[in-house]
């Protein structure tokens, strides 16, 4: 399936946001710049992500690939760097260990919840699935964090973990522990090249990792994801969200915060539709909003 333009792919989100009544406004993270910008247009604009129309075609994509190969760098030279992240709970959560049980327990709770309740046929067990193993992937996985606290326990035979740095995912397997390792397989890449098996997973888990992925990379990604799901499946986004602006820009690590209806627009474009959604309640005040929000494919292309 071919990609959309960036710029059009921005218009597109923009035009749903506005629809709506909702902010397309933004700003960089108190930490950085200060800039404001009245449209995602503009801060894509500003970014080097999208290019004037007076520019020719072939400089425009020059200039827009070389942009965004300088915002995944950034990105991956932070979390490559100890100092920033240490191969632990605590450097994986950005200083935010004590938090890692409650949103460990509220996905699982949103799981169940989920399962029992709105998606019966999502199967977890062996023995739900009439003998054969059920399988995840966890996306941006770090040292397998949720992998060990929520997939596996939750009865899924297999995890793929999915995680771009080296040094993360190299400690996983002594995180997982004998128990869980021997279930999991490694990807060290991206998320941008990532290139799920179709009709092969449950459950696609992607948490506080969607902010380093540029809107057409997501879309694409997600679109890859609703192909990968099996009967039943579902792909769930757990991340930050901003209340008062549709973006927060983080330059440090090259991300970005969106708003839930600017994620909610990204899946729509990507072929998802909701199929329960809630907020994480008892996090603490300086933590953005976090939604956990399971998706399936509009039109279902999984048997």
Not at 36 to 41: D, K, L
Not at 60 to 88: L, V
Not at 257 to 265: E, K, V
Request: net charge negative; glycine share 8%; aromatic share 10%.
């Amino acid at each position: 399936m071919a990609s959309t333009p960036i710029m059009d792919l921005t218009n597109q989100i923009q035009d749903i946001l506005v629809k709506a009544g909702n902010y397309i406004h933004g700003r960089d993270s108190e930490n950085d710049t200060g800039m404001t910008y009245n449209s995602i247009i503009e801060w894509k604009e500003e970014s080097g992500m999208v290019s004037s129309s007076s520019e020719a075609r072939t400089e425009k994509h020059q200039n827009n690939e070389a942009s965004r190969q300088r915002w995944y760098k950034t990105g991956y030279d932070y979390w490559e760097n100890e100092s920033n992240c240490p191969a632990t709970v605590d450097g994986v959560l950005g200083g935010f260990a004590q938090i890692s049980k409650r949103d460990l327990d509220g996905s699982a709770n949103f799981v169940r919840y989920l399962k029992s309740t709105i998606r019966p046929e999502l199967k977890l067990t062996v023995d739900e699935n009439d003998g054969s193993p059920t399988r995840a992937c966890e996306c941006g996985a770090g040292i397998g964090r949720v992998s060990k606290g929520l997939i596996l326990p939750l009865g899924l035979s297999q995890c793929d973990l999915v995680e771009p740095s080296p040094r993360l995912i190299a400690s996983a397997p002594d995180y997982l522990g004998d128990k869980f390792s021997s279930k999991c397989r490694y990807f060290c890449t991206g998320l941008q090249d990532f290139q799920p098996k179709e009709q092969y997973y449950d459950i696609i888990w992607i948490q506080w990792v969607i902010g380093y992925l540029t809107d057409g990379d997501l879309v694409e990604f997600l679109k890859r994801c609703a192909v990968a799901l099996r009967k039943g499946g579902v792909v769930v986004i757990k991340d930050n969200t901003c209340e008062q602006e549709a973006f927060i820009v983080d330059r440090d690590d090259a991300s970005s915060t969106r708003s839930f209806p600017y994620i909610l627009a990204i899946a729509e474009l990507a072929g998802l539709r909701v199929v329960y959604q809630r907020f994480q309640e008892d996090f603490p005040s300086s933590i953005f909003p976090v939604p956990i929000i399971a998706l399936e494919p509009i039109i279902c292309e999984c048997e």
